[in-house]
């Protein structure tokens, strides 16, 4: 089917104004027919439009004379809102796009957790070899708490700095389906190790001993520290102070450490 040129009537829309968007230039558009006004006057064109789509040039030098960019359904005053709606909501989609680190089992993630095979005796062992203490993060996906300490508490390079300096930090999905072998040997699921561990919130992270335990038993059961939910810049950062100092071998609750800490940077 042949290309219809829309007219422009040499510059001017329907209304008298001036054509100031397309104006010498040359637009490939697509129109419905229903669109078109019936005053148009080839019978050529006609026959050529019929229950199709319309592709036209918009040129000075338009063919339809009786019909004019306003009668024909697109309205400069729309045509321009929505080119600036573009300049704007494009560049913002990209930037979300960069900022999101979406793993591949869809969980928001960090570049420097650790990447093991998920058996815990050894990522202990490892993070110890490293100077630094072993804590599993359970999260899951559509979690908008799991998605702002990633992109608001993890995005402070204080927070973040801290932790990858002192701890390896293993990611668990609540749901997964990828195996974990737990501290008491047991193989199993990730869904099923977070049943196992009681874990009902995301995220939870679990703060493990800095030594694999003598007695097989649960990651939960040796524990040294949870916790379970969202919480804010501080609260998440003097818990990791916390166990890195080995606060849960002291009289100081972490309670009482966060309180004291707050007051400190006052």
């Known amino acids: 089917m042949p290309a219809i040129p829309i007219c422009d009537h040499g510059g001017k829309l329907a209304d008298g104004s001036t054509n100031e968007l397309f104006n010498e230039t040359t637009l490939e558009i697509s129109v419905p027919v229903e669109l078109v006004s019936k005053g148009c006057k080839s019978d050529t064109q ?75 005796a050894e990522d202990i062992e490892e993070s110890r070899a490293d100077g630094k203490r072993l804590a599993i993060v359970i999260e899951q996906t559509g979690c908008i708490y799991c998605r702002k300490m990633h992109e608001v508490i993890l995005a402070d390079e204080n927070i973040s700095g801290y932790v990858r300096e002192n701890f390896n930090i293993v990611q668990l999905n609540l749901f997964g389906a990828e195996e974990v072998t737990d501290l008491d040997g ?51 950062l003097h818990s990791f102070e916390w166990v890195q100092q080995k606060g849960y071998d002291g009289d100081e609750h972490l309670q009482k450490y966060h309180a004291r800490r707050l007051l400190e940077s006052q």
Do not use: N
């Open 46 to 120: 006609e026959k050529a439009m019929k229950g199709f789509l319309i592709k036209g040039s918009w040129s000075k030098h338009a063919w339809f004379k009786g019909c004019g960019f306003k009668r024909c359904g697109l309205k400069r005053y729309w045509l321009k809102r929505f080119c600036v709606l573009l300049l704007v909501v494009c560049p913002l989609g990209l930037a979300a796009a960069e900022t999101d680190d979406i793993g591949e089992g869809g969980l928001h993630t960090q570049d420097w957790f650790l990447v093991s095979f998920k058996d815990l």
């Open 186 to 236: 047991e193989v199993l699921t990730e869904k099923d190790a977070a049943k196992k561990w009681g874990v009902m919130f995301t995220p939870t992270i679990l703060f493990l001993p800095d030594a694999v335990p003598e007695k097989p038993m649960s990651a939960l059961r040796a524990a040294v520290a949870a916790l379970p939910g969202g919480f804010g810049k501080k609260t998440f």
